[in-house]
């Protein structure tokens, strides 16, 4: 599951259709927080990278469901999961 903070989709996503889930979602386990939503947007993520090879520039698009939550106290949590089913892997020291 990928969430977002409501205040980052205000300023970087201003398209973003904001629809609603009809059962209010609870989401727990981030440190000891939790929190509910009801609302989420459809959207792109693209994760610019390199082939295997190293050479060649490609930029991978993942569609997510994204539910928004207030307040939360980071920008975005990325579900990786998906990402490694695709074979994509951040590397953070670069």
């Known amino acids: ?11 970087f996503l201003l398209k973003a259709r904001i629809r609603t889930i009809i059962t209010l979602l609870q989401i727990t386990g981030i440190n000891t927080n939790r929190y509910t939503t009801s609302k989420y947007i459809v959207t792109s993520l693209y994760f610019p990278g390199k082939d295997k090879s190293g050479n060649k520039i490609i930029t991978e698009t993942a569609p997510k469901e ?22 994509i892997n951040i590397l953070v020291s670069r």
Not at 1 to 11: A, G, P
Not at 66 to 87: E, H, P, S, T
């Open 1 to 11: 599951m990928t969430i977002v903070n409501y205040k980052f989709i205000i300023r």
């Open 66 to 87: 994204v539910y928004i939550i207030d307040n939360l106290k980071v920008n975005i949590f990325i579900n990786i999961d998906v990402m490694a089913l695709k074979g």
